[in-house]
């Protein structure tokens, strides 16, 4: 517990509120979110088989911790808060999450506590009467923690606060230049005289026809002549924010995080440039499109991961630790989209369950529901995101599998009844070891 003392908790949060307000950039208030939720992650601590998945899920916020490492040292000192650096390390460096993959609960628990307890507080004297917290080294507690994490949200839940243009612009470019790798990887795979080119979508708050325009405002999309259009966050009405509380109807913890969300979803560029490029040689009309949107969604992570730590490390956007930040979060919006859809009615849920199984198992060939993509995302913007963000989560392998896959689909001559098999199977272990409810 932390010292009782009321004058001293006031006096703290007096300082901590002036630090977040004043000194955070809005970067490091929401690296710093990122942390602080996952500390009490549903996988990390509770008592719980860990599934595939929830190993992957260990393994991005593992990446996030070390990357980030450097700049969250600093941003928890502004707080005078410490991360035990060296015994974090431990637990990076894999011996711990060798305990922590054995599936024995007992050390599972163990890491738990590992890295709560790594966050402490130093001694500090907070003004006049509070006395000295003792001993520095005191946990931050859950009371602390959770009023951290609402501070922080509400400096994060207004429009200006993030660059959203600059963001989407640097993210694609990051985007254009993995492709060229992977494209020397393959060697003609890509159309050399494609040019793509982002468009801010082009958002008129005074707008009379909002009602109508908002809904091709708010969500990213492209086109095969190579125009990627991307929103602005900043620029939105309640028309626009409309459409994403479609998709976003819970968050784990708070209810502010619109504005962050769309920090996040630059990722769906990802997606989107592989639209681009998706052509002439591509047969989809008897697969509704669904086929293109299983490409662009298995690339996504990988070509992320690529940007990140292979193609575009000096990239100041991905030092930090933002592109497993990123799939944390994707993680997190798939998750709770799941908690939802299992409370539908019997026969939707598992229509939908079955129908994405099947859709993976047939690498993309038949259809996870009866509508087309572009019906289903008007009648069900949180079905249509749950498809389309599940499946990079389930096939990611740190771009090992990519090379060979845009290899077959790009430059072998196609004929639709090809089954891909170049040494990757169908990750049935991943699909069946899908569960949140485990
Ligand atoms: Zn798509």
Known sequence: MMNNDQGLVVARRKHWSNVIHQELSARAASRLLSLLDHLNDHILFEDKPVSSLGRRHHAFFVRFLKKASHALQKDLLL????????????????????????GNKEKEKGVVVFIRHSISMEAK??????????????????????WLIETIEAKLQHKNVFDYERLNVEVLKSAI??????????????????????????????????????????????????????????LFTDEHWKYWKEVRTSH????????????????????????????????????????????????????LHLAANVVDTDNEIWRDGFAEESMLWLFDLVREIHALIKEETCDSKKELLIGYEAWVSSHGRISPVSQSSDELFEQNKSHNTYLKCRLPLEVFSEGQQLVSYFKYRWCADLSTKDTYNMGHQVPHDLISAFSFDQ
């Open 79 to 102: 707080f005078d808060l410490r991360l035990e650096w060296n015994e974090v390390s431990l637990l990076l460096e894999g011996r711990k999450s060798a305990e922590f993959a054995s």
């Open 125 to 146: 004297e907070y003004g006049g009467d509070a006395s000295t917290i003792t001993n520095g080294g005191e946990c931050l507690d859950e009371e602390d923690r959770l």
């Open 177 to 234: 230049k993995v492709l060229s790798f992977v494209q020397e990887q393959t060697g003609y795979v890509l159309d050399t005289k494609k040019v793509v080119h982002g468009e801010k979508l082009h958002i008129e708050p005074d707008d009379e026809n909002i009602e109508f325009t908002a809904e091709h405002q708010w969500n990213y999309s492209a086109s095969s002549s190579g125009v990627v259009l991307f929103p602005d966050a900043n």
């Open 252 to 303: 784990k913890v708070g209810s502010r995080r619109l504005f962050r969300d769309y920090e996040f979803r630059v990722i769906t560029l990802f997606h989107e440039v592989i639209h681009c490029f998706q052509g002439h040689k591509w047969v989809f009309e008897d697969f509704k499109l669904w086929q293109a949107e299983f490409e662009a969604s298995y690339s996504q992570l990988d070509l």
